[in-house]
């Protein structure tokens, strides 16, 4: 299958035929179905999960497949996923999980193409391979390695531009990162923050209609991104209990609020790219604020050099923003909420 181009449609149910079209060879338009299921469901709903690193929930241990090349995505035994469909199976609704192909690393794009694992560890096929014509809900996570959070990140900090501390570049390492606030508000900075919110919502387009086609019964489930900074930001200038090292490491305060917008103007990219297709939304960023990084003993995130739950090669990996133990749960309770209230629509 070749990619789709970005739709121009506007109205979801015009996405949807749109899906349609994108069976390779096919000239011809068919009617996908529209709308949910009309009562909470009495037997298992076939269901898959996708997504990056925050379904996976990178950082916390066990990992599934820890001997097999999906070992290298770092996803947990007990992820979001996991936990929210117990919740559920409490609340007598039960998922039958046909695949969870959330990896760390993934991009939107990795849900048509495949995905190159680090260290030559091997090539994982499109996550879109998991979906089935009876799948009947598609839940997860994506667009934040695709936006470039990582290189964001690295462009306000000096001591994670150091290549064995975190992946990635910063987005202009000529630039100090010092005046990162600058670089992201004008100019360059602010053509490429721009350029990659229009790739984003392209993309996650195109995703969302090939849920449709692939599975076109299916009831689809974007999750958002929780708070990683604060409201308050002198929160961040403590580190949490038992740390030594702030949440940010050495990101200045003021550069906080532009990781901060950057992530809201993700999240509400995400949320208007769902609604304008007719799918759901999750949104975590909303629920999260006092759970952030910086909120010590409460935080769902673990900071940007704090040691995570994960080792390789004998050494501590740490969390690099991702939520911990207590961000997980929140995670599953507020996705489990959605799902059910999906499937009782």
Not at 263 to 277: E, G, I, P, S, Y
Request: a negative charge; glycine letters at 8%.
């Amino acid at each position: 299958m070749s990619s789709a181009t970005r739709q121009t449609t506007t109205t979801p149910r015009a996405r949807r035929l749109a899906a349609a079209t994108l069976a390779l060879g096919s000239c011809l338009a068919l009617a996908v179905p529209v709308g949910g299921a009309a009562a909470a469901p009495t037997d298992p709903v076939p269901t898959v999960f996708f997504g990056d690193s925050y379904t996976a929930n990178f950082g916390i241990a066990p990992v599934n497949n820890m001997d097999s090349e999906r070992g290298w995505c770092f996803q947990a035994t007990e992820n979001y996923p996991a936990v929210a469909a117990r919740r559920l199976k409490d609340r007598n609704i039960t998922l039958d999980v046909q695949s969870d192909v959330s990896c760390g690393a993934a991009l939107v794009h990795h849900f048509w193409e495949s995905q190159q694992l680090p260290f030559g560890a091997g090539t994982l096929p499109p996550q879109q391979e998991a979906l089935k014509d009876d799948t009947q809900l598609v839940v997860g996570s994506m667009g934040g390695n695709t936006l470039g959070f990582t290189s964001i990140i690295k462009q306000c900090s000096t001591k994670l531009r150091e290549p064995s501390l975190m992946p990635g570049e910063p987005v202009d390492p000529d630039k100090p990162a010092g005046e990162c606030q600058d670089f992201f508000t004008s100019g360059d900075g602010k053509e490429w923050l721009d350029y990659q919110f229009e790739r984003v919502e392209g993309e996650l387009e195109n995703m969302l209609l090939r849920m449709s086609y692939f599975s076109p019964d299916a009831d689809r489930v974007l999750v958002g991104y929780p708070r990683l900074v604060p409201q308050d930001t002198t929160k961040c200038l403590t580190a949490a209990p038992g740390q030594t090292e702030l949440p940010f490491a050495d990101i200045s305060q003021d550069a906080l609020p532009i990781l901060d917008q950057v992530q809201k103007r993700l999240n509400d990219t995400m949320k208007k790219v769902a609604a304008d297709d007719g799918a759901d939304y999750v949104d975590l960023y909303g629920r999260t604020g006092t759970n952030t990084a910086c909120d010590g003993a409460d935080r769902g995130i673990g900071g940007l050099l704090e040691e995570s739950k994960l080792e390789l090669l004998g050494q501590k990996i740490p969390w690099y923003a991702h939520p911990n133990e207590k961000g997980r749960d929140l995670q599953a309770q507020h996705v489990a909420a959605k799902i059910e209230e999906v499937l009782n629509r």
